[in-house]
């Protein structure tokens, strides 16, 4: 290959690998990269921050399977992008983070913006390592991405000393990651079907990471065949079209009650790429892992995650989208009757997504109910954390994957830059990212971003002058005693229109389908503020509702 610094033998590794676009906040710690990355091919998007880059490549790992890639200065840099390692951490995201880091003959001194990044990032990091041969670059990076999309997929932090990066070496490439073919057999199948079909009243659970369209689809060719109950675990509501006539609801935050119960109720669960954590299991009350009192089906990619919470009367170690295919295309075995029990879970479902009135003149569940049926088959909804987004989980009926993107870490801000990513990834689909006053004003300033490279998403913030989950918990447990919940707002359409895009302001719910249209037919990054109440905590519960429970 000749002599190469160190910053052209990544990126020549990054283009062996296929990787087509990159996020990044400038830093002198890896001018080399940068310099590489001049007239590689590969696009860089250039963020307003760090933690709003990091959120960037992880929502483009969720949209295209492939690890999502950024780039952050040492120090400052690496902290304010830890928010998006841990996104993608507990959301089983394969991600790659370089950090530039200070030369390393200056290590342990406390060197300007100095970090041991192994330690720093060894909690949160599926492997946190820094690269002290320039020659090694190609064994570290390869590895990298091994590791970020092997088993259960997550983020690796590789620190990159400014001086490896700068030196120049002659070292050979190595090859991109050699794909693995699916490996699940027929035997193993069989075993699946033979405890499912012994069930009276069975229950699919579908979540986990790394998914696809035609995982979707062939989710609901399966559920129709056998004709299954389908749920997505919390924020995985497009692993199969909502409106599919076996899709029971989500296993979230807020649960339908009657899911709850159904789950209470199943005497079998085939649990498809989900760790069946607690949101899941409500606080691992609907499924004790000391007597669940069923039998559980758990297909998960990596082999430690099966038996780590919940035994597993059978476990399958196989991604998720191999197996459903494979279901999909199996005839369905004789099994019990189990169309009464599944046509009860969508009814369930259908009267659990029928708006119910909340206070103010913006009502936000008629807002979501209306935009789902105004959006187009492939829109991309987007959002972030609050209670605005139990509206959203709640009422939005959200289509096949990609359908819709968010944490389920729970991070506040990852709403807006995962929409520019989306729009990024997919210019010719509907990208809408919903987002709390609170949520928003975390990562706004990407509306510069969303500026640079035409990302016209469409926002909208749901602004109730609060930080509305907190203040909700804090009149559950000291009603009447509102301390540090409260939030000035700026006036959003301004803001919106100070960087070039388009703003509108909401203050009635007949208003927001014009508004919508408008903010679409702008060709510009929107942001349409809807002004609520702040009485209207959640979907079911008002400020007096939360006081008179902590009675």
């Not at 997929?153 to 693995?180: F, K, W, Y």
């Not at 986990?208 to 065949?225: I, P």
């Not at 009149?475 to 895009?501: C, H, I, W």
């Amino acid at each position: 290959m000749g002599m190469r610094h160190g910053g052209q033998i990544l990126v020549d590794h990054l283009k062996a690998q296929g990787v087509r676009r990159v996020f990044s906040v400038p830093g002198e710690s890896f001018l080399a990269a940068l310099d590489g990355l001049y007239d590689s091919g590969i696009e860089n998007i250039v963020c307003r921050h760090e933690g709003g880059g990091a959120m960037m490549a992880e929502a483009h790992a969720k949209l295209t399977g492939e690890p999502g890639i950024v780039f952050v200065t040492r120090g400052p840099g690496a902290s304010n992008a830890s928010a998006g390692i841990h996104v993608a951490r507990q959301d089983s995201t394969p991600l790659i983070m370089f950090v530039g880091q200070i030369d390393n003959r200056h290590r342990d001194r406390e060197a300007f913006q100095e970090v041991n990044y192994r330690e720093f990032f060894k909690p949160l990091a599926k492997w946190a390592a820094e690269i002290d041969h320039t020659e090694r670059l190609p064994e570290y990076l390869s590895r990298a991405f091994h590791l970020a999309c092997s088993g259960r997929p997550g983020p690796v932090v590789l620190a990159l000393p400014e001086n490896i990066l700068s030196a120049r070496v002659d070292v050979p490439d190595l090859p991109p990651v050699a794909p693995t073919p699916p490996a699940v057999c027929s035997e193993q199948l069989d075993a699946v079907l033979d405890i499912l079909c012994e069930a009276q009243r069975p229950l699919v659970i579908a979540g986990g990471s790394v998914w696809s369209r035609d995982a979707a689809l062939g989710l609901g060719q399966f559920a129709e065949a056998f004709d299954l109950p389908v749920c997505a675990t919390f924020r995985r509501m497009d692993r199969m079209d909502n409106l599919h006539p076996n899709y029971a609801g989500d296993l979230a935050v807020g649960m339908n009650p009657k899911l709850a119960q159904r789950l209470r109720e199943a005497d079998c669960l085939l649990v498809l790429g989900s760790r069946l954590g607690d949101i899941v299991t409500g606080g691992y009350e609907l499924v004790d892992p000391a007597a669940p009192g069923k039998k559980i089906i758990h297909v998960h990619p990596d082999p430690d995650e099966l038996g780590r919470v919940f035994r597993p009367d059978l476990g399958l170690a196989a991604p998720a989208v191999d197996v459903i295919l494979k279901l999909a295309a199996r005839d369905a075995p004789a099994h019990p009757d189990w169309s009464e029990w599944t046509k009860a879970a969508r009814e369930d479902y259908l009267d659990w997504v029928r708006p119910r009135e909340t206070p103010g003149a913006v009502k936000l569940e008629q807002v979501i109910a209306e935009l789902s049926d105004l959006l187009p088959e492939e829109a991309i909804i987007t959002n972030g954390a609050g209670n605005y987004a139990a509206f959203l989980h709640r009422y939005l009926r959200a289509r096949a994957f990609p359908g819709h993107l968010a944490p389920t870490s729970g991070s506040m801000g990852y709403g807006f830059p995962a929409a520019i990513s989306a729009k990024l990834q997919h210019p010719e689909r509907p990208v809408i990212c919903f987002a709390g006053d609170g949520c928003f004003q975390m990562t706004l300033n990407e509306l510069s971003t969303a500026r640079q490279y035409d990302a016209n998403v469409v926002v909208i913030v749901c602004n109730n002058g609060q930080y509305g989950t907190i203040r909700m918990h804090q009149e559950k447990t000291y009603p009447g005693r509102v301390s540090g919940t409260q939030m000035f707002n700026p006036d959003y359409a301004a803001l919106a229109r100070a960087y070039g895009a388009y703003g509108e302001r909401v203050e009635r719910t007949e208003d927001f389908a014009a508004a919508f249209s408008r903010a679409q037919a702008a060709n510009l990054p929107a942001v349409i503020e809807l002004v609520l109440d702040p009485d209207a905590l959640s979907p079911a519960l008002t400020i007096a509702g939360a006081r008179a429970l902590a009675q």
